[in-house]
């Protein structure tokens, strides 16, 4: 038995490490970009934070969702459905997010709920919860996870410079819910579907995000995430052997709503 | 090219897939007709100069509206972007059916879900295209049929390369990769929140056909295109094929196409 025996793809891993690094620098061409995007917002969003009544005035219009939220969306692939009609914009309680902002604080908690997610994950494969754990599956896990901290670091900037409370935990009525399904996998494919629609229901969101907030720095960001969790749960549904791509529209009808936000 | 994908488990996760697709179609020509309505509103504002928040309203108010369509839309942007979303959909439709004309790709030889994917996606840019040119028409502009003149020539001169799997898929994720970056960059481009929905939405499906024509194209390189099979042998998967589907954290729109691109001249 030689090596390729126990490896029957040897040269594509050393290929596929080579594309990956080459994706890395393309990736540090984009940061840039998202860079700027996200200082002109904290730009403009920090004076508006200065005064309650410019927070009013950057109300994010008709800011809900047409949809039943993330909890439904685990386990569902199906989207679509019309632009959001019912308003959320009302203060909640004593929180200092509203308009504009709020959305932010969603999306930071959005992507700190993936990275708790993915980490939780990460750990009991550790532990082997999960029995043996392919290398693709492990790798997909950290390089998500990953990508989900660039997220949430992106929009606490923005409130950080708009001199608001960062996000650092995952103040969602969702989580409990969301975490206790992770705990309760007993293989990967029972935490591929969770993840799954995780990732579905932040793509709704950030493309409901793109078309309701009101700041054109927000807007882009949102823009250039959307696709990302896209991806990501196009994998995920390859993995669970589903058809990948099902839809013509990411859809906002699983979109998490603004007033899951307890923060 | 051979696969171990069972033919009838694929039917039916085509057949689950396109029921999910037109329920989806049925609700982005929903979100179409809304966007049109508040781009002629919008539009309108921008011609008479009147600020963000003025309001048309009533039967008069729409009449008017009417009569100023075709005059708005010849130099209208949004109607600019959408004509050139179409040329790019029309484009992706025209090389999708180049590809499945392939025996390697929608032939005997060709991998059973590599057929699929190449089949189900030409008829999802069918769709998008069909629902640019329905808005554009409602705008009161000139519907495209033609490719986008940029891109069309890029795969002209690739056809004569199209000898074998890999050139096909990378052509391919070079396509879509252009759409989802100008879909991107549309999103930012455009007058109401409905077309930044309608274009968000989309761009976040040609990112998908992008990541799964990406981990394809690392097992065809990786000499493994046994490995490109659904549900997939996950054990057998090389390490990196996990993450090369998603290069980015932030999607890229340097090489979005310009709004007037595949405008109708």
């Known amino acids: 038995m030689n090596a390729r025996d126990h490896d029957p793809i040897a040269i594509s891993e050393r290929e596929l490490t080579s ?8 990736h540090e061409d984009s940061m840039a970009e998202v860079r700027d995007n996200m200082a002109s917002l904290t730009d403009r969003l920090a004076g508006i934070a200065q005064s309650q009544a410019s927070r009013r005035s950057l109300l994010f219009g008709s800011l809900a969702v047409a949809g039943v939220g993330v909890l439904a969306a685990c386990g569902s692939n199906s989207s679509g459905g019309k632009s959001a009609s019912s308003s959320t914009n009302s203060p909640s309680g004593s929180s200092p997010y509203m308009g504009d902002l709020k959305v932010v604080a969603l999306a930071a908690a959005l992507e700190n709920l993936a990275v708790a997610g993915y980490g939780l994950v990460l750990a009991n494969a550790g532990k082997g919860a999960y029995g043996k754990v392919p290398p693709a599956i492990a790798e997909f896990a950290t390089v998500v996870q990953k990508q989900h901290k660039d997220h949430a670091a992106a929009w606490n900037s923005v409130l950080k410079g708009a001199g608001l409370p960062k996000i650092t935990g995952t103040p969602l009525t969702i989580a409990p819910q969301a975490v206790s399904a992770l705990k309760s996998a007993k293989s990967l494919g029972d935490v591929a579907k969770v ?60 979109a998490v709503q603004p007033s899951a936000l307890t923060a | 090219m051979s696969d171990s994908l069972d ?31 508040a781009a002629k509103e919008s539009s309108f504002e921008q011609s008479r100069g009147l600020g963000a928040g003025a309001v048309i309203a009533g039967v008069a108010g729409a009449a008017v509206l009417g009569s100023a369509l075709p005059a708005f ?29 392939l025996p390697f790709i929608g032939g005997s030889s060709a991998n ?16 998008h295209a069909m629902g640019f040119n329905a808005a554009v028409k409602q705008l009161g502009g000139k519907e495209q049929h033609k490719p986008d003149p940029k891109y069309l020539a890029y795969v002209n001169s690739q056809k004569p390369k199209l000898t074998n799997a890999a050139a096909v898929v990378g052509l391919a994720i070079a396509l879509e990769d252009v759409a989802a970056q100008t879909y991107t960059k549309n999103v930012s481009q455009v007058s109401t929140g409905d077309l930044r929905q309608l274009f968000a939405g989309v761009a976040g499906v040609e990112a998908q056909h992008k990541a799964i024509l990406l981990a394809v194209q690392a097992l065809i390189a990786g000499g493994a295109p046994q490995l490109i099979a659904l549900p997939p042998k996950l054990n057998k998967l090389p390490k990196a094929a996990g993450s090369v589907g998603f290069p980015d954290a932030f999607y890229p729109t340097k090489s979005a196409s310009p709004a007037s691109e595949g405008a109708v001249k």
Request: charged letters at 15%; hydrophobic letters at 45%; proline letters at 3%.
């Open chain 2, 112 to 127: 059973g879900v590599v057929k699929a994917f190449a089949q189900m996606t030409m008829k999802q840019h069918q769709d």
């Open chain 2, 73 to 101: 839309a010849s130099g209208n942007t949004d109607v600019q972007v959408l004509q050139t979303a179409a040329s790019i959909e029309n484009l992706a439709v025209a090389t999708y059916g180049v590809a499945l004309g």
């Open chain 1, 19 to 26: 594309m990956t690094s080459d994706l890395k620098d393309m």
């Open chain 2, 7 to 37: 033919g009838s488990a694929l039917a039916g996760l085509m057949e689950e897939s396109q029921d999910l697709h037109a329920d989806a179609m049925r609700a982005g020509r929903h979100q179409l007709d809304d966007y049109v309505a």
């Open chain 1, 195 to 254: 993840a799954q629609g995780l990732e579905s229901a932040a793509a709704q969101t950030y493309v409901f995000a793109a078309a309701n907030v009101a700041d054109p720095g927000g807007i882009a960001t949102a823009a250039s995430i959307a696709p990302v969790e896209a991806m990501h749960q196009s994998i995920l549904l390859f993995v669970l052997g589903q058809y990948p791509v099902p839809n013509s529209d990411i859809g906002i009808s699983g």
